[in-house]
C-alpha cells in the first residue's frame, strides 16, 4: 500500500459497508434534505452528487425526471451496492474523490445541482479550500451546491475534521457562491452528540 498517497476520507467505510448500506437505504431522499429540497432545482436537470455512498439519493433525483445524473463514490463496496440495488435507474457511477475530481472533470461538462452529503467533514483544511474551488467549477450558472456539514463525535476507524457553517460560507463567498440556506438540524437517527448544518449555495448567473 501507498502510505504517500492522499486520504480522501474514505477511512472506515469499506469494513463496514453492509451495515451503512442498510442504513442509507433505510432513509429518503425527503428525509435527509428536508425543507432544503425545496431549493433543488426542478426536473429536468443534471445532477452530480458527490460521496453518492449508495445511491439512495442519485435514483430518487433519477426517479424525478432529472436527465443526467453521475454519481461519484470512492468506495468500491458501496459503488457496486448501489450499481446493483439501483440498477433500474439511469445513473452513471464514477469512482473519483475531492478535492481533484479529475475523472468528473474528464466528463467536461458542469451541473445544475451538485450535492455533497455527509462529504465535506472527511477533508482536512487545506482540501475544504481546493474542493469548494472543484465543485464551484462544475456548477452551471444559476446551479445550486447542496451541502451538509456534520458535527459531534468522530466514530472509530474514521478520518474526520470539524467543521463550521461559517468557514463554509466564507469558502463559498470566495468562489462567488451566493448563500441561499443554512439551517441546523438534529440527527435523524439520534445519534448522541450529533447535528448537522444544511447550506445551500447558487452559482450566479453570468453577465
Known sequence: ????????????????????????????????HGDALRLFPKPPASVLDIGAGTGRDAAALAARGHKVVVAVEPTRELREHGQKVHAARKIKWIDDSLPDLDKVFDLDRRFDLVLLTAVWMHLDKEQRHAAMASVASLTEPGGRIVLSLRHGPVPKGRRMFPVTAAETVALADSQGLATLYNKQHPDMEGRDGVSWTWLVFERPNSD
Open 1 to 32: 500500500m501507498n502510505q504517500s498517497r492522499p486520504s480522501n476520507g474514505t477511512e472506515g467505510y469499506a469494513e463496514e459497508a453492509a451495515t451503512l448500506a442498510a442504513r442509507y437505504e433505510r432513509l429518503t431522499l425527503e428525509q435527509v
